[in-house]
């Protein structure tokens, strides 16, 4: 398909009578992203039509022209004032990577702005920086740069995707400050410290250090956050029946020794009821086995719950054990095991009755009827 265009293109590229002010353009985009291709020109052209088209720039070769600048993948948009003609090329695929060019139309002499596209994956870092940290406590970040970046604007974003960091960032170096999140950027040491306070379990995940750059994508580094609940607690599971008395065993780390030690009862360590006032509750410390235990008397269908073994009034880190307590209401199994009267009334009774039966009818085929009546009040005083 040699055009009478295509020709002249390359006679002209041949013969070097492309203009171009700043050699050949090196753009980079994210595969499956959008990128922009900024082709400036020289005065004296903004009302001339552009075009960009690929390879040889054939006539099959022209993608978009500022005559009809928009189709599915690509629009253009031409600004007069600082002489820009941008493409924006969308849901970039490896095959779009390669050499283009801008083109400004004229009358048989075209001039040309070489572009060379690269794609890279929309995904961060080959190293991760691994942290660990608990809930209800703060975290810091640490993000270091190199030293040409020291006033470039600095930002986190959660997740992995460097293509939308800035636009998703939880916090940027023009805030400093955003609720949980603050940002405090150290050019001596060539690092920015990102602090989260009150982590929670879901500011577990991917995080992206960012640092913006004029005209090259955003430099990134990835941190991998972990935020446990705050160390090493130990859940139980514990049955108890109503009205009975009830023991919970609480293990303490051994630097809580000298604490007071309580019961506390709510689903969050740091919002829980103190029980230990309570008449019902009472805890006996033993500091050779580090460990307490509480007996609740008398159990109650509301106690049931879950409850924090206390050794600590701050919660500070360390290892604690929470304890599921569910009440079971008492049924007639426990009340014939406990109650030797009722098992006389269920068991004995009936066993006693049939016995009788038995013996009844066995005399009455045997017998005269006055032994049988006989035998009969037998039975019935035997009751
Ligand atoms: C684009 O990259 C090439 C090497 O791939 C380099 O020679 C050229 O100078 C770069 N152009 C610009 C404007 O940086
Ligand atoms: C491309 O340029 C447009 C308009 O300036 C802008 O809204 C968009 O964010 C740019 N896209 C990229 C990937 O830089
Ligand atoms: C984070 O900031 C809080 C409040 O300013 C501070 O108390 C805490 O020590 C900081 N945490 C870290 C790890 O720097
Ligand atoms: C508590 O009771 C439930 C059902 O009533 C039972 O499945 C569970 O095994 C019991 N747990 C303990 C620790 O006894
Ligand atoms: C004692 O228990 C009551 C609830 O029964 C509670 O409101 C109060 O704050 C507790 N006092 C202390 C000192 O824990
Ligand atoms: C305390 O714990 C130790 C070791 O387990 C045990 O020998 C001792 O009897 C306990 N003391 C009391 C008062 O229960
Ligand atoms: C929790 O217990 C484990 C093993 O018993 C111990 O290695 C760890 O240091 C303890 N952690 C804290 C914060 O006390």
Request: charged share 20%; with cysteine; aromatic share 10%.
């Amino acid at each position: 398909m040699w055009s009478l265009q295509n020709l002249l293109f390359i006679l002209c590229i041949s013969l070097r009578c492309v203009t171009s002010a700043v050699g050949v353009l090196n753009v980079t985009g994210y595969l499956r992203r959008e990128v922009n291709i900024s082709c400036p020109y020289d005065p004296g052209y903004e009302s001339y039509e552009k075009y960009l088209c690929k390879d040889s720039c054939g006539r099959g070769d022209v993608l978009i022209t500022t005559t009809n600048p928009v189709t599915y993948k690509y629009r253009t948009h031409d600004d007069k004032t600082a002489r820009i003609f941008t493409t924006t090329i969308s849901d970039l695929r490896s095959m779009d990577a390669g050499k283009y060019w801008c083109g400004v139309k004229k009358f048989l002499k075209d001039i040309y702005t070489e572009v060379k596209l690269k794609l890279v994956k929309d995904s961060c870092c080959g190293t991760v920086t691994k942290i660990l940290n608990y809930q209800g406590y703060s975290v810091s970040i640490s993000c270091p740069y190199e030293p040409q970046y020291q006033n470039s604007l600095k930002y986190i974003c959660r997740g992995n995707r460097p293509s939308i960091c800035l636009q998703q960032a939880l916090i940027t170096s023009d805030n400093k400050e955003n609720g949980r999140f603050r940002l405090d950027d150290d050019k001596m040491l060539k690092k920015f410290t990102v602090n989260i306070t009150s982590l929670s379990q879901e500011d577990s995940g991917s995080y992206l250090c960012g640092v913006q750059r004029n005209f090259h994508l955003d430099v990134f580094s990835a941190v991998l956050l972990e935020v446990e609940e705050f160390c090493c607690v130990k859940s139980t599971k514990i049955n108890g029946t109503v009205g009975h008395p009830l023991t919970l065993q609480c293990p303490y780390p051994s630097q809580h020794r000298d604490n007071r030690k309580f019961l506390c009862k709510g689903d969050q360590h740091n919002s829980c009821m103190d029980m230990t006032n309570q008449s019902r509750f009472t805890v006996h410390d033993n500091v050779s086995s580090s460990s307490f235990w509480v007996i609740i008397a008398e159990l109650e269908a509301a106690d049931a719950g879950t409850y924090w073994c206390g050794s600590d009034s701050q919660w500070k880190v360390g290892n604690y054990t929470k304890m599921e307590l569910s009440v079971l209401q008492q049924t007639l199994g426990t009340l014939e095991a406990n109650n030797p009267a009722l098992y006389v009334v269920y068991i004995i009774t009936p066993v006693l009755l049939l016995m009788c039966a038995l013996f009844i009818v066995y005399k009455y085929r045997c017998s005269t009827v006055k032994g049988d009546e006989a035998t009969g009040r037998n039975a019935r005083n035997k009751l």
